[in-house]
């Protein structure tokens, strides 16, 4: 899952990359074509110079990249990049990222157990249309005292995941994925989501929430219904933006988690035969310690 961390042109040229780096947000765009020009390549491409320029600690690898009006929020706060985490160079020691044609956006998760500095981080980027410059780097970022924040074992869980291409024929829509995604973010505010969401009933399906693991990999006991919410009177989840890629049958969700004290909140969803297979959260509760 991890590749070398300075071999930036080492990525999938299909979908997932893995080696090392960093975040993004904006409205979300669901249009039913692909933007003309927005390619895979180019979106992978641009992650790389994200991961790279997050490695850095310096937007030197951007450069040329990001649009005249670009913006760069972190924990949906927008701020200036001297004061952001982009410009503090991190060792990097597992990145993943998915892409999305249609919305022109990418999602990348980054790994970093560096004791003194350890962090795990969403970041979304949202492109122009032509898919040649970046106009938001959007990324919530998790720390010590975020919720079940734990690096060490966020890195150690994630390793043990596979998130290979799906079969082109086993493929999930477009629009499957993002309910799926959107049924398990209503758990919280609608008694009938349980029903919406595809779980996968005598399935393998496990949750890494912080550094939390609902079970071990591949054990036919493992759930991701457990530490679901027994009501459906708690906040909404709202201002999601996403990131859709039907290759890795994954779909990457911001909110604000309101119902614990304003949180901001990543949720990636993977399915797998139409069926839930791995969840990601990183919740950050920024100056404030996480509770329900």
């Known amino acids: 899952m991890i590749a070398s961390p300075v071999n930036w042109q080492a990525y999938v040229a299909v979908g997932l990359?893995?080696?090392t780096a960093h975040t993004t947000m904006a409205t979300?765009?669901?249009?039913?074509?692909?933007?003309?020009?927005?390619?895979?390549?180019?979106?992978?491409?641009?992650?790389?110079s994200y991961v790279a320029a997050q490695t850095a600690g310096k937007l030197d690898s951007?450069?040329?990249?990001?649009?005249?009006?670009?913006?760069?929020?972190?924990?949906?706060?927008?701020?200036?990049?001297?004061?952001?985490?982009?410009?503090?160079?991190?060792?990097?020691?597992?990145?993943?990222?998915?892409?999305?044609?249609?919305?022109?956006?990418?999602?990348?998760?980054?790994?970093?157990?560096?004791?003194?500095?350890?962090?795990?981080?969403?970041?979304?980027?949202?492109?122009?249309?032509?898919?040649?410059?970046?106009?938001?780097i959007d990324s919530i970022t998790s720390t010590t005292g975020a919720w079940l924040f734990n690096a060490k074992n966020t890195l150690e869980y994630a390793r043990q995941e596979k998130w290979d291409p799906i079969p082109e024929d086993k493929r999930d829509k477009r629009e499957f994925i993002k309910a799926a995604g959107d049924a398990y973010l209503d758990l919280w505010s609608d008694k009938d989501a349980v029903n919406r969401v595809p779980w996968a009933n005598g399935a393998p399906c496990v949750r890494l929430e912080g550094g939390a693991y609902t079970g071990g990999p591949g054990k036919p006991v493992d759930t991701c219904k457990s530490g679901i919410p027994s009501n459906s009177s708690q906040a909404p989840n709202v201002r999601r933006r996403y990131v859709i890629d039907e290759i890795y049958g994954s779909v990457n969700i911001f909110n604000d988690w309101l119902?614990?004290?304003?949180?901001?909140?990543?949720?990636?969803?993977?399915?797998e035969n139409s069926k839930l297979r791995y969840i990601h959260t990183i919740t950050s509760c920024g100056d404030h310690a996480c509770r329900l």
């Open 17 to 19: 990359i893995f080696t």
């Open 28 to 48: 979300p765009v669901l249009s039913t074509r692909q933007a003309t020009g927005c390619t895979r390549e180019a979106l992978l491409k641009a992650a790389d």
């Open 62 to 136: 951007l450069s040329g990249l990001l649009a005249s009006n670009w913006t760069y929020e972190e924990n949906a706060k927008v701020i200036s990049v001297a004061k952001a985490l982009i410009s503090k160079p991190l060792k990097i020691d597992n990145r993943r990222s998915i892409v999305d044609t249609v919305a022109c956006a990418s999602f990348t998760e980054l790994i970093v157990t560096d004791p003194a500095n350890p962090h795990v981080i969403g970041t979304q980027l949202r492109h122009t249309p032509d898919g040649l410059s970046i106009t938001l």
């Open 259 to 271: 119902h614990m004290r304003d949180a901001i909140d990543s949720h990636e969803f993977r399915l």
